[in-house]
């Protein structure tokens, strides 16, 4: 292997048990091309055959299907980590040759020299951009992408497949062999490596002195995917988009936050919700761009059941495989009658830490009041309460993660988007109520402002210390102590001893999740917080640092995984959206009665003004949201000229193919 070819490329690592006739079966069967099959016999002699010459042995076969062509390329090394016994990899890469004709099969879409963006097709290679350099015809995130739905191709064409040097295991037909392994723990892991354009990206990302807050996205796209690039264009926007609250929480901090007007309570309230509206809207705009430049619109991808599903094996009526069934009622029954349940008592532990909160408040205060003036140290410890809270509140988030999980997993979701929407659902319902849990009950029912806006500062600058703690120093000292450096001249057996060591990357769910937090302190109480939108930019510049070291030096490196936008996480805070209009709307009542605003309106009255204000708001954005499309003037153009293009291009096909018929 040579040139960029050598850098494309995975790692497969066997458990430390493996038996070598289980490698050398894989092997073979992710190096032959098409129609090359692999036939396991009893007596364990290993016969390569191809369908033009079947042989006289029996037994089932195991193929590379769906592309033709040159084969994926395998190292096999074997290599003692460490203190561990001697364990066993595969290097695995692929020829531009290979990589264009899975390109073609999955249809991936690339850009034509008339700018176009274009489903790709082999035999009109010239069409598309850098077609004459094939080592660079594809970015490094497509390439892996590429290897891993070959490797993840190698399935079994028989009923019933024997797994060579495995007692008693057989597979089913349509079984993934990569997936199978894994699922069994005779493979450790897969990942990619890390190749030598991981230095240029460091240097124009993170290690950059500047305090800019552009990141190079084009640059993030081509190493990671696009998965992980829309999180960073996500952050990167949101960023920028919250100078405009900062400036105007901090004009409005200074000049006014003392006098708490009516008319200043309403105006910064309605500028926020107004700012949320353009925000989320501008930005699923932004984003349909990128999806558009970066070749990601449209994408369908047939899922199948995930590796943990489990049930009676059944033939699937649509597809004729053979594949396990579980009842929806089952699963429906252990959502409502155990997860819910266990959810619900979740919270209700959250809710005896607030009135373990209210005690040491109430004891800590009582203590402050005995003093006829107050210093700096007893204003330190007034806050201990709120800060101890804090911190059991991040606790408590953290130690339902692990649980949610599980509840997931034992619900047995057929699909991985199941099971990520309702472990999103589980999560988001929890933080979310566990967090603002307090300043709800602060503002509605204790209905102290004063109380409420020292409660939400509080809890926003603990919450984002501890996040930095653990995202900043922990890594950083994680990275000392394992001294990940990348270098070109290392041997490849050290390079893959050194990153199989890494822990593997989690995705963007938990990043997500944190800037989901904190956008709920910036739109939920913006009308009695002005400074959490400054607070957040200040937290923002160094998240999107930690999340880029986390990336190039901390974790494995993870596949590219294609994406159109943030998935359902543009509804998550869209749903906040709408929360901050109901909670602003009443925070702004509450205010106005509690300080007697507006004397010449009876209780009712007020009420019925702010549930109309609030009504006038939700009618306002839904209206934005409609009228303004939700992919730029620019993207509409160019689809429908793609469109276009493709129906001339079709019809000129067919155009040329007519003479031909009818000479015949």
Known sequence: MSGVEEQAICVIQFSETVDSKLVECLKHCIEQPKHTVYNAVPDSTRILRSNKHIGSADGPTVTVPDVSGASLKCLRINEKLSNSQPQCFMYVSATSERLLEVADYVDMRKRCYDGTLQVFRKDKLELFEHHDDLDHFFTVSERQWLILHELLSVKVLSDEFALPGVVNVTLAKETSLLKECERRGLISQVFPLHDDSLASLESLWYKRRSLTLDQPLQKIHDYFGETIAMYFAFLNYYTWALIIPASVGVVFYVFEFHKTSFSSLITLAIFNLIWSTAFLKSWERRANGLAYFWGSTDIKILEEPRQAFFGELHKNPITDKIEPDYPKWKRLARLYFVSLPIVILCLLVGVVAMVAYFQFEDYTM??????????????????????????????????????????????????????????????????????????????????????????????????????????????????????????????????????????????????????????????????????????????NVIEWRTDAVKLCRIHQRPFSKPAAGIGAWQTVFDVMGYLAIINNSALIGLCAYKANLLPNLSQANLLLLFFGLEHLLIVIRVSVSYMIPNAPKWVQIAMARDAYQLKTRLLSIQGSSSPSKKNK
């Open 366 to 539: 009582a203590w402050y009041n005995s003093f006829e003036e107050p210093g700096y140290f007893q204003e330190a410890v007034a806050n201990v309460p709120t800060i101890v809270y804090s911190v059991a509140i991040i606790a408590m988030n953290q130690l339902y993660k692990p649980l949610a999980i599980q509840l997931n997993e034992w619900e047995n979701h057929r699909l991985q988007s199941s099971f990520d929407n309702h472990l999103t659902v589980k999560l988001v319902l929890f933080w979310f109520i566990n967090t603002f849990m307090l300043m709800f009950y602060t503002a509605f029912y204790i209905q102290d402002i004063a109380l409420l806006r020292r409660t939400v500062l509080t809890e926003l600058i603990v919450t984002q210390a501890v996040d930095q703690l653990q995202e900043t120093v922990l890594p950083y000292l994680m990275y000392k102590w394992r001294k990940y450096g990348m270098n070109t001249d290392e041997r490849l057996q050290h390079q893959i001893d050194k990153e199989a060591k890494k822990d593997p990357y989690e995705g963007t769910f938990d990043d997500f999740l944190e800037l989901f937090i904190q956008y709920g302190y910036v739109t939920l109480f913006s009308c009695v917080s002005p400074l959490a939108a400054l607070l957040s930019i200040v937290n």
